[in-house]
């Protein structure tokens, strides 16, 4: 039995964190192909193939293969029930086959399909959280059976990477969302401002920029106490929502600039993070001083 060479190893780490920092997409199959490509090298697997897991006919379906029977592997889908790569998947659990015929896992009739003798397989689960996304399987390693630090070394890239790719997809539907709100906040006809609880302005529309004279630059994280020092009462509103956790509908306040009263009518709500806690507090308001005739 023998390990990857140190030097190995660490390359592989290396360009899968590069690989990793590079991700801008969430395609499973380009990033797990190129997974698969990288750890089959270091572990020296005569072939390789990635499944992804279609949870409505329960089987993996071959996306990507490595190895002289390459194309027939990818011809046909696996049922969860048969095989080493359908116990991983059933079992959400990696496995370290060394002699695959003395294992009774082993479905046997794939090595006359494929014309390859099978000796050792490696088998590691794709998961998010929870959830299978696929199967990534290794055959016969060139320099004895699969070890258990091939095992540890393949499990944790696999995390790494399904974490990366989580965040990717998680990353590309906050923005997603935020552009939305942004869009509405920024073509909202009333003013709308927004502060953390250390504070610090989060939102201010383009409203809220006209109705409070605040022109064009209204630099993001500034302390709103700085950015709204001509509007004192709004932000005793703000911070006043905050400590007390209570909002208000409908109310008004008179607002002294530039030798001009203006009468605010407003509105406060409380803003949470997608945990449940209280990151912020928000006002809404129009400027509704009565016109003189």
């Known amino acids: 039995m023998s390990d990857p060479a140190p030097g190995r190893v660490l390359a592989a780490l290396y360009d899968l ?36 897991f279609l949870p409505a006919k329960n089987h993996l379906l071959p996306r990507y293969a490595l190895g002289g029977a390459a194309d027939v592997v990818l011809s046909s889908a696996i049922d969860v029930r048969t095989g080493i790569c359908g116990w991983t998947a059933r079992h959400r659990e990696p496995a370290l086959v060394a002699d695959a015929y003395q294992d009774e896992r082993f479905f046997k009739d794939v090595d006359s399909v494929t014309r390859i003798e099978t000796r050792t397989v490696m088998a590691v689960p794709l998961l998010d959280r929870l959830d299978l996304t696929g199967v990534l399987e290794f055959i016969n390693k060139r320099s004895g059976p699969f070890t ?15 974490l990366a790719l989580r965040c ?11 552009s939305n709100n942004a869009s ?18 989060m939102l201010c529309n383009p409203a809220a920029r006209r109705i409070l ?4 630059a209204v630099p993001p994280g500034a302390p709103a106490e700085q950015v709204l020092s001509h509007v004192p009462r709004l932000v005793e509103i ?3 929502t905050l400590s007390s956790r209570q909002v208000v509908k409908r109310q008004e306040f008179q607002w002294k600039f530039q030798g ?3 009468t605010l009518g407003y509105s406060t709500l409380l803003i949470q993070d997608p945990q449940g806690n209280l990151s912020g507090a928000g006002v809404t308001f129009q400027d509704i001083t009565p016109k003189q005739s």
Do not use: P
């Open 260 to 262: 001009e009263t203006k």
């Open 168 to 178: 990717l997809r998680m990353e590309s539907a906050v923005n997603r969302v935020t």
């Open 148 to 162: 258990d630090e091939d095992l540890r070394f393949a499990a944790a890239a696999c995390r790494s990477t399904s």
């Open 184 to 201: 509405i906040l920024e073509n909202l006809s009333g003013g709308f401002v927004a502060m953390d609880m250390r504070g610090r302005l």
């Open 213 to 216: 004279s605040l022109g064009e």
């Open 17 to 52: 964190l590069d690989l990793h920092a590079q991700l801008k997409d969430a395609d499973d199959d380009k990033v797990w192909s190129r997974v698969l490509e990288k750890l089959a090298a270091v572990l020296d697997a005569e072939a390789a193939t990635y499944f992804s």
């Open 238 to 240: 703000l911070t006043g």
